[in-house]
């Protein structure tokens, strides 16, 4: 996680901008899958990747601001791991 100071959280005086890794995984029938991966209970969908970007801010925008509200801590970041691995199959 990671606080800034951005032209759109300086419209508000208070406002912080937080940032955090999102994964965006095309679907063969439905769009994008999105996850965040420092977040599990976060996980949206939308048909166009701009969509899946447009949902994925609006449900971290959500959590944020409830952890805010609640004075829960904020998730860190964290990196997702990633490789390819082969399998035999017979």
Known sequence: MRA?????ARRRPDAKEY????V???MS?????VVVP???????????????RR???DALRC???????TGEPIPKDVEPATEH??????
């Open 29 to 33: 029938e439905c769009g994008y899958s």
């Open 19 to 22: 940032e955090h890794i999102v």
């Open 38 to 52: 420092a977040i599990a209970k976060i996980c949206t969908l939308g048909e166009t990747l701009n969509e899946a």
């Open 85 to 90: 691995i082969a399998v035999p199959v017979a």
């Open 4 to 8: 800034r100071n951005s032209a759109a």
């Open 55 to 57: 949902t994925a801010k």
């Open 24 to 26: 965006y995984q095309r």
């Open 63 to 69: 959590l944020l601001e409830g952890a805010l509200k």
